[in-house]
């Protein structure tokens, strides 16, 4: 697996693996998970070298890390694990975001624990609090820096304001946020920014949730009670105008003997050296395919009929409900 850099130190696998759907987040997700295909997931992404691995302390809550612990125990060395902080919630569920200083460090304190390690390598804000400065927060991440509990700072789905200031706090690593050939709005300023600022990119929701891999053809394709059958690029409306692009993608897999998942996160690698992807996986075999696309080599006139087809703006949609779109690029 080739190597990237996030920031200016930060060195990892081309392509990491989303650890999200394999634990915690319930059926309505990405469908049920096993946890023991969950860990033999994480097991061959080991020895296929991938380094980074992402989690976050709200998926399940909780249960996510503790799989991801369990995954990576007594391989910790070689790794570099990245886990996000940003949210509280109690037994009734989701009840905001909470981007303290007190939240910060206790969120730290239990992902630490459920990781089963001594230091985060990459700990992020999930998403930006607008009722906390976003020095304080910052602020408190740089001192777990300094006690030797995290090693890199990163933001998630910030605004460039947002990022500015945070960066002027102290170094900022990486932003996560999402980017893939039906998002690609974060082109316009955010990825500009990121790299004037020397910050490494890491595209969340790579393959369009699942979309721009061309396994789901039609809505009925998806369980009764998956989330992305409220998902507006997946609603009636929008579904088979967005299956165009899918179509495009997948001439192109046909030309290269490849998948059109490994096209769609092939564009996003030929996108610059400072972007590292992590697609979601939670069974061996799709993490396979998608770790191919680590060496797949699209033309010049590829990569211009991909862009004419996907360009910016042109998805049918937004990408999210209001609800959560509100909790982004603040």
Known sequence: MQQRKLGNELTVSALGLGCMPMAGVGQNMYGEADVTESLATIDRAIELGVTLFDTAEVYGPHLNEELVGRGIAGRRDR??????????????????????????????????????????????????????????????????????????????????????????????????????????????????LCRELGIGFVPYSPLGRGFLTGQITSRDDLPEDDYRRRDPRYSEENFDQNLKLVDVVKDIANTHNRSAAQVALAWLLHKGEDIVPIPGSKRRATLEDSMAAADLVLTGDDMERLDAAAPIGGTAGPRYGEAMLKMTRL
């Open 79 to 192: 790794l570099v694990i990245a886990t996000k902080f940003g949210f509280k919630f109690n037994e009734d569920g989701f009840q905001g975001v909470d981007s303290t200083p007190a939240n910060v460090r206790r969120a730290c304190e239990g992902s630490l624990q459920r990781l089963g390690i001594d230091e985060i390598d990459l700990f992020y804000q999930h998403r930006v609090d607008p009722d906390v400065p976003i020095e304080d927060t910052v602020g408190e991440m740089a001192r777990l820096v300094e006690e030797g509990k995290v090693r890199f700072v990163g933001l998630s789905e910030a605004g460039p304001d947002t990022i500015r200031r945070a960066h002027d706090t102290h170094p900022i690593a990486a932003l996560q946020s999402e980017y893939s050939l039906w998002e690609r709005e974060v082109e316009e300023e955010i990825l500009p």
